[in-house]
């Protein structure tokens, strides 16, 4: 008996990487699985089905039931499109788990319009299409679900170089707290993962140069993954979870004690107070 028997779920961008490790996770534990991915590269630039395929039939050849498919997630018909996939496919839809993603890495002030746009649109937007499409579908399944998006440090610590990126991971945090608050009365979880990995959309950066060979495997993510998704964490909600290799460390905005007075603070007074203010 796998934990996910019985279950149908959705992993974006699945073709490779920390999404390929997710879905073969999921399938592993039951689960049937829509393999979604566009099949581009790391910048989101071409196409094709033989990512989406492949992974498909990794999942088949170990008995697991699986159904890919190619639409975009960075539009509103693309979630829905890939939502409809899993009802056709198999007849409900239990899990989403919102993993696609491109880099477009640049400085401020070497970023252009399309780097931003192209960013936010896979990443912000899209975890935003393929949740709308998929919490309906579970809201009128009435028995409800779990959602598992993808956040990073850039975006909740900050990264040289990935404003577009750290801004649309920072976006996807504000969003998980958001539909957590709003989707539990239907029975529908949504938390997310914030994976320190090596796959090809980081296997260059400077950060990674000197790792030791599956020092930061993505396989390390899909554990987690399968937990959120399984009744194991039926109830955690609105978390967030750092996995770097074998570590996991729950993540949480945290506030000061801070310093209160009578009256309006002055800008001198705060310059006086500002060590108090910022101590934890």
Same mark, same amino acid.
């Given at each position: 008996?796998?934990?996910?028997?019985?279950?149908?779920?959705?992993?974006?961008?699945?073709?490779?990487?920390?999404?390929?490790?997710?879905?073969?996770?999921?399938?592993? %534990?039951?689960?049937?699985?829509?393999?979604?991915?566009?099949?581009?590269?790391?910048?989101?630039?071409?196409?094709?089905?033989?990512?989406?395929? /492949?992974?498909?039939?990794?999942?088949?050849?170990?008995?697991? !039931?699986?159904?890919?498919?190619?639409?975009?997630?960075?539009?509103?018909?693309?979630?829905?499109?890939?939502?409809?996939?899993?009802?056709?496919?198999?007849?409900?839809?239990?899990?989403?788990?919102?993993?696609?993603?491109? @880099?477009?890495?640049?400085? @401020?002030?070497?970023?252009? %319009?399309?780097?931003?746009?192209?960013?936010?649109?896979?990443?912000?937007?899209?975890?935003?299409?393929?949740?709308?499409?998929?919490?309906?579908?579970?809201?009128?399944?009435?028995?409800?679900?779990?959602?598992?998006? /993808?956040?990073?440090?850039?975006?909740?610590?900050?990264?040289?170089?990935?404003?577009?990126?750290?801004?649309?991971?920072?976006?996807?945090?504000?969003?998980?707290?958001?539909?957590?608050?709003? @989707?539990?009365?239907?029975?529908?979880?949504?938390?997310?993962?914030?994976?320190?990995?090596?796959?090809?959309?980081?296997?260059?950066?400077?950060?990674?140069?000197?790792?030791?060979?599956?020092?930061?495997?993505?396989?390390?993510?899909?554990?987690?993954?399968?937990?959120?998704?399984?009744?194991?964490?039926?109830?955690?909600?609105? !978390?967030?979870?750092?996995?770097?290799?074998?570590?996991?460390?729950?993540?949480?905005? !945290?506030?000061?004690?801070?310093?209160?007075? %009578?009256?309006?603070?002055?800008?001198?007074?705060?310059?006086?107070?500002?060590? !108090?203010?910022?101590?934890?």
């Amino acid at each position: 008996m796998g934990l996910l028997d019985g279950k149908v779920a959705i992993v974006t961008g699945a073709g490779g990487g920390i999404g390929r490790c997710h879905a073969l996770a999921l399938a592993k %534990e039951g689960a049937k699985v829509v393999v979604n991915d566009v099949g581009g590269d790391r910048s989101g630039s071409g196409a094709g089905k033989s990512m989406a395929d /492949t992974v498909v039939d990794e999942i088949r050849k170990m008995g697991g !039931k699986a159904a890919a498919n190619y639409d975009s997630v960075a539009t509103m018909a693309g979630g829905k499109n890939i939502v409809k996939s899993a009802l056709d496919a198999f007849g409900r839809l239990d899990i989403l788990v919102n993993n696609a993603g491109i @880099l477009r890495d640049k400085t @401020l002030l070497k970023m252009d %319009e399309a780097m931003w746009d192209s960013v936010i649109a896979v990443h912000l937007k899209g975890t935003f299409a393929c949740t709308h499409a998929a919490a309906t579908a579970m809201k009128d399944q009435g028995q409800g679900g779990r959602i598992i998006n /993808t956040s990073s440090t850039s975006g909740l610590l900050g990264m040289f170089g990935q404003s577009n990126y750290g801004a649309a991971k920072a976006g996807i945090a504000g969003f998980t707290r958001v539909c957590a608050l709003e @989707l539990v009365k239907y029975g529908i979880t949504v938390n997310a993962v914030v994976p320190i990995a090596k796959t090809r959309m980081t296997e260059d950066l400077p950060r990674y140069a000197n790792l030791k060979e599956g020092e930061l495997d993505p396989a390390f993510i899909s554990p987690v993954v399968v937990f959120l998704a399984s009744g194991l964490g039926k109830d955690i909600n609105g !978390k967030f979870f750092l996995i770097r290799g074998p570590h996991i460390s729950a993540m949480e905005v !945290k506030t000061t004690e801070g310093v209160g007075k %009578e009256g309006m603070w002055t800008p001198q007074e705060i310059a006086q107070n500002i060590s !108090k203010i910022m101590a934890w």
